[in-house]
């Protein structure tokens, strides 16, 4: 009886190139999941010659002015687009 229990492998196929390519693609995907999550939780502290710039007053640029806002050209009057009874 313990003649007829076959405890060989079972045969599995070779993994074609596109489902190689699925599963490393997965993988690389799951490393920059991981990456981009300990960017945020972890923080990176500042150099020092960055907030010598934030710091300096910026003459050079010129402050923009705000647009005045365009009047609609469909704008109806509200007697005209209430419903009639």
């Known amino acids: ?9 079972p045969e599995v196929p070779e993994p ?3 489902e190689n390519l699925l599963r490393y693609g997965l993988f690389l995907g799951a490393i ?7 960017a945020i939780i ?3 502290p500042k150099s020092h010659e960055a907030e010598a710039e934030q ?8 402050p923009k002015k705000p ?3 365009v009047p609609s050209i469909n704008k ?5 687009t209430k ?3």
Do not use: H, Y
Not at 32 to 38: G, S
């Open 1 to 9: 009886m313990a003649s007829d229990l076959d405890f060989s492998p």
């Open 16 to 18: 074609t190139f596109l």
């Open 32 to 38: 920059f999941q991981l990456i981009c999550v300990l």
């Open 42 to 44: 972890v923080p990176i």
């Open 55 to 62: 710091s300096e007053p910026r003459s050079a640029e010129v």
């Open 67 to 69: 647009k005045a806002a």
């Open 76 to 80: 109806r009057p509200k007697k005209e």
């Open 83 to 85: 419903k009639k009874r």
